[in-house]
């Protein structure tokens, strides 16, 4: 994986006389190092010895000809350090230019071997290319330009708002400032400055691919910003394609974000949208990748880059037809989302269903009828409530077992009853779902538990009382689970007297055994208004408007409740067999339209 480690010094890295170019990738993330980290760059090199530490930088050697005029090293980790030392050596070449007429034949040498460490010799070429993104190649060379490294370099519109701009005002502000020790950076200073960052070291790093690197990565893990497999896949695919001159890379790199604009920018969606598409189509010839059954975060790197190196543009073109049918998964209110499909999504998403993706993505694009999709959906539905409450099957065979649907599908004759049949055979049985929900409900599993009195209570509404129990107040829900028969321990004098007659050991055995049990549950807005209240003060309770903010606050699921004057243990067992058994008939296979 590695083809070599050493630790180098800065001159050694930039080379006066070496025929080296470090290049960042056109489309890689923008430069964006701040304030803080160019101080701290600049503290490291002026409080430390010679031969300060500075990190390390993975690159793959993409000159294959090793007697060609120029080495081009793509650097895909460490731009953000490599960028800002140039910057910084500019700096260092402004002001000793700017002080020429102070310097000895051996300062005038340091002055040359600047220049030579930021262009090489021969081309004038810059000997490190940033990237294209956010005009950061551009502002870089003008920057070269104020320093007197470059000449006839104009500087890019508004370039005085970006990032590479200020790094260089910074650095120089600094160089203008005080010293650490109260002293003038006069030119003794800055030439022990510039000795000292010559001989500041990095441990260059050189991979043969960009599966190497993101391993590498994932293994180092010590960076501030990873660079994910969607950056290096984007890279390799938008060179590919620009060496193959297809398309402008102006016009790939829009290609390339109107796909990602269909997954959002949730870097783990868009991880997973790679892992799934290969899942969904490994059993097409053009996709599969030999020696890879399945896609994981460990290989979609390895993938991708074969699949691109075979057809890059092919590639690119079922990437960005499946992101647009992956968007109607992971935005359940898509334009192209029926209402029916909208609400089922919905559920799948909130009990955990993303696996199912790999299934529905492939569903999608043979353009399912909206009428099979949503007999589909309702058996999933029924699938990941039943999964997430037993653990069966475990999450591990989950992605396995959806590639194996899709195989099955492709013969299918009547669609819904041919994945029933699939997922039955998969499933927990009622009676191990019916036992677990008479468990600690709660305490075994809280996502879970509210989904399924959220399922009870829309079950029971009708549009005159519906109530979004999905909404939330920033990134929480509105409506939370609330334990009638508090879950503290220790708890209050009422209570015991109402659960076991006074007795306090008695009462605390019942809270114990009963007190995660769904019986003992319910959903409030006002949970925290609650706690640990008396049964009648919970029931009763109002706000300062009087609304009823309690029991009494109008859900079916707390109809009993708002009735009641008695909690105990008899109460929570029977209310916990009746919910039980709603809940295994709204999850039943035959309920919800899957033949047997």
């Known amino acids: ?23 960042i990738p056109r489309y890689q993330r923008k430069y964006t190092w701040s304030k803080d980290n160019w101080d701290a760059l600049f503290d490291d090199i002026e409080e430390n010895h010679h031969g300060h530490f500075l990190g390390s930088i993975i690159c793959i050697n993409s000159t294959k000809d090793a007697s060609a005029s120029e080495q081009e090293m793509e650097l895909v980790d460490g731009q953000q ?51 294209y993104h956010g005009q950061n190649h551009d502002d870089y060379r003008a920057v070269l330009c104020h320093c007197g490294v470059l ?60 599966a190497d690197a993101y391993t590498l ?65 490994k059993s097409d010839p053009d996709i599969s990748v030999e020696k890879v059954p399945i896609a994981t975060k460990s290989k979609i790197i390895h993938i991708y880059q074969e699949l691109i190196d075979r057809d890059a ?30 609400d089922l999504l919905n559920q799948v998403a909130r009990i955990g269903g993303a696996p199912c993706y790999t299934y529905l993505l492939r569903l999608l694009l043979e353009d399912t009828p909206t009428d099979q999709l949503t007999g589909v959906l309702k058996i999933l539905v029924s699938f990941f409530v039943k999964r997430s409450v037993t653990d069966t099957p475990p999450t591990r065979d989950l992605d396995r077992m959806f590639m194996e649907l899709v195989g099955q599908a492709a013969e299918a004759g009547n669609l819904v009853e041919e994945v029933s049949a699939f997922i039955r055979s998969r499933s927990a049985s009622n009676d191990l779902f019916r036992q677990r929900l008479l468990g600690n409900m709660y305490e075994q599993n809280v996502g879970a538990t509210r989904f399924v009195l959220c399922a009870l209570e829309e079950h029971a509404q009708t549009k005159e009382t519906m109530t979004d129990l999905w909404q939330r107040r920033g990134k929480s829900y509105v409506w939370t689970v609330e334990h009638i ?19 306090a050991e008695e009462a605390e055995r019942i809270r114990s055994e009963q007190v995660h049990k769904l019986g003992n549950l319910t959903l ?6 609650l706690g640990t209240m008396s049964f009648e003060k919970k029931r009763d309770r109002t706000d300062r408007h009087e609304k009823m903010v309690g029991y009494k606050n109008g859900l079916a699921i707390n109809k009993e409740l708002a009735e009641g ?20 008939e709204l999850f039943d296979y035959d309920q919800v339209g899957g033949k047997s």
């Open 1 to 23: 994986m590695i083809d070599s480690a050493e630790n180098y010094q800065i001159s050694s890295i930039l080379k006066t006389d070496s025929n080296v170019r470090f290049v």
């Open 524 to 529: 409030s807005g006002y949970n925290s208004k």
């Open 217 to 281: 990565f994932e293994s180092l893990n010590n960076r501030g910003v990873p660079l994910s497999a969607i950056d290096l896949i984007k890279n390799k695919l938008l060179a590919e394609l620009e060496q193959q001159r297809i398309g402008s890379l102006e016009t790939n790199f829009d290609r390339w974000n109107q796909l990602l604009d269909h997954l959002g920018e949730n870097y783990a969606v868009q991880e997973r949208f790679l892992r799934q598409f290969y899942n969904a189509f």
């Open 565 to 584: 004057d008695q909690w105990n243990e008899a109460v929570i067992q029977k209310r916990t067999a009746e919910m039980v058994e709603t809940i295994v």
């Open 313 to 342: 543009e092919g590639t690119f073109k079922r990437l960005s037809k499946a992101a647009a049918a992956y968007a109607r998964l992971v935005n359940s209110e898509h334009e192209k989302n029926s209402e029916a499909e909208t």
């Open 81 to 131: 350090r490599l960028t800002t030392i140039s910057i910084l050596y500019a700096v260092l070449h402004r002001f000793l230019q700017e002080h020429a007429d102070e310097l000895s034949e051996d300062g005038k040498d340091d002055l040359r071997d600047i220049k030579r460490r930021l262009i090489l010799r021969r081309t004038e070429k810059v000997r490190l290319s940033p990237s």
């Open 151 to 210: 000449s006839d370099v104009s500087d890019p519109k508004f370039a005085g708002n970006r990032r590479i701009f200020k790094a260089f005002r910074h650095l120089r502000d600094r160089l203008a400032g005080e010293r650490a020790d109260g002293g003038a950076f006069d030119v003794p200073a800055v030439l022990n400055f510039l000795e000292k960052l010559n001989h500041a070291s990095v441990v260059k790093i050189e991979v043969s691919s960009h």
């Open 485 to 503: 028969l508090p879950q503290t321990e220790n708890i209050p004098a009422d209570w015991v007297e109402m659960i076991a007659s006074g007795d």
